[in-house]
């Protein structure tokens, strides 16, 4: 039996994990990529392939020995220039070489919606150097939020409050900056009323949208998350308004994570992922497709019915403390028996073959029917406390 499509999924952590699943019950073979052995989507895929998504020839070469029809980007570091090659020549990039390259790269996606399409952004200015940077500072102002342009996961992400903490912010962005351009974006802090991601899904039919996924962070990466988020209509309206245009914008088809900050009724443009996004993962347990499978299916040009709640929804992460490559997951069975009533819990471990500080390593998930998102965001942060790394050595 023939799949219904071979894909080559650059990236093999877990949103890939949770895609890969989702596009094989779907009939399509996977072949997923990573830069290590033993990557999490690499565990589902029918084949793996070990690359630096950074190394164009290699890039290349993966392509050719797969001969894909879908390339199926997962991460933000990788040669979009060889992408762009290949989708010339006809082989198709999801959602496009263009998207990949505008999102992989924040001063991109930013002058897509501040400069051509007129969305509402923050203040913002780039630096290539400390000197640069310290400039830019000053003519923001503080506070303000310095970010590398290519990253992920929030790596290098900080928030200046004085003077003396420029530097700082500096060193700890170039530190966690991703492929090999040294810039910065300087942004006016916000002060928003909360932070909002916007799953929103192009599809050969027409733009979908899931219900508002409001999360909470720290150190620039997601610690829970909660759908759906309480927001007006009219800023629900605002927020499907502006991913819409941006998304159209950057074409193809699959499933976006627009992230906005909310102040008020004013919704303010932050960023795009143009693939599932970490917050998104309380759709596993909050909706009839989960932001996985929704994506799985826009690639794939199968339609999409209704997507319809199971009620109010959160998920919270299980992070490592240490580096390790010895260590066992513990606690499962506690963190599997719902502490409140009328509470559904479920845990998702990642399988990663190596711990860190603050790597995430698992999410629990809690669906609280009757309830609220209160009441599914304690329940998902009790059990992921559950959840212990029990490291040996």
């Known amino acids: ?48 392939d070990v690359f630096s998504m950074l190394d164009g020839a290699a890039l290349a070469a993966a392509i050719d020995r797969h001969k894909p029809d879908l390339i ?3 991460v933000e570091a990788i040669r979009t220039e060889v992408l762009k090659d290949y989708e010339d020549r006809g082989l198709t990039v999801v959602p496009s070489a263009r998207a990949t390259l505008m999102t992989m790269n924040r001063d991109r996606i ?48 900080s928030v200046v409050r004085e003077d003396g903490a420029v530097d700082a912010a500096w060193t700890y962005a170039v530190e966690g900056m991703r492929g090999d351009r040294k ?42 998350s909660w759908q759906p988020a309480a927001m007006s209509e009219a800023a629900v309206a605002e927020a499907r308004r502006q991913a819409r245009a941006v998304v159209d914008n950057l074409g193809g088809y699959g499933l976006f994570g627009v992230e906005f900050f909310v102040m008020g009724e004013q919704v303010i443009f932050s960023e795009l992922s143009p693939r599932p ?5 309380v759709t596993l347990i909050s909706q009839n497709l989960t932001e996985f499978d929704l994506h799985a299916r826009a690639i794939l040009g199968l339609p ?53 500080p603050y790597r995430r390593m698992g999410v629990a998930l809690a669906l609280a029917k009757g309830g609220d998102t209160d009441t599914a965001r304690a329940a998902a942060r009790e059990a992921a406390a559950k959840v212990t790394l029990t490291y040996k050595g």
């Open 110 to 157: 930013r002058e897509v919606a501040a400069a051509e399409l007129g969305l509402p952004t923050s203040k913002y200015l780039y630096a290539e150097t400390l000197e640069e940077m310290r400039a830019a500072v000053a003519r923001i102002g503080l506070p303000c939020v310095v970010k590398p342009v290519m990253s992920s996961s929030g790596k290098g992400q």
């Open 277 to 281: 996004h970490d917050t998104g993962m």
């Open 72 to 74: 199926v980007p997962e």
């Open 304 to 356: 999409i019915p209704s997507i319809t709640q199971h009620g109010p929804s959160a998920s919270a992460v299980i992070l490592a403390d240490r580096e390790s490559d010895d260590f066992r997951v513990t606690g499962l069975e506690a963190a599997l028996r719902p502490s409140r009533p009328g509470v559904e819990v479920d845990v998702r471990i990642f399988n990663k073959p190596t711990t860190r």
């Open 1 to 48: 039996m023939a799949a219904i499509a071979k894909i080559l999924l650059l990236g093999s952590g877990e949103l890939g994990r949770e895609f890969v699943i989702s596009a094989k019950r779907l009939g399509a073979h996977v072949v997923a990529c990573d830069a290590y052995a033993g990557a999490p989507a690499m565990q589902v895929a029918d084949e793996a």
């Open 183 to 224: 810039r910065v974006i300087v942004e006016a802090f916000i002060p928003f009323d909360y932070e909002i991601t916007l799953l929103t899904i192009r599809t050969r039919d027409g733009v979908v949208f899931c219900d508002p996924i409001g999360h909470r962070q720290e150190r620039g990466d997601y610690q829970e």
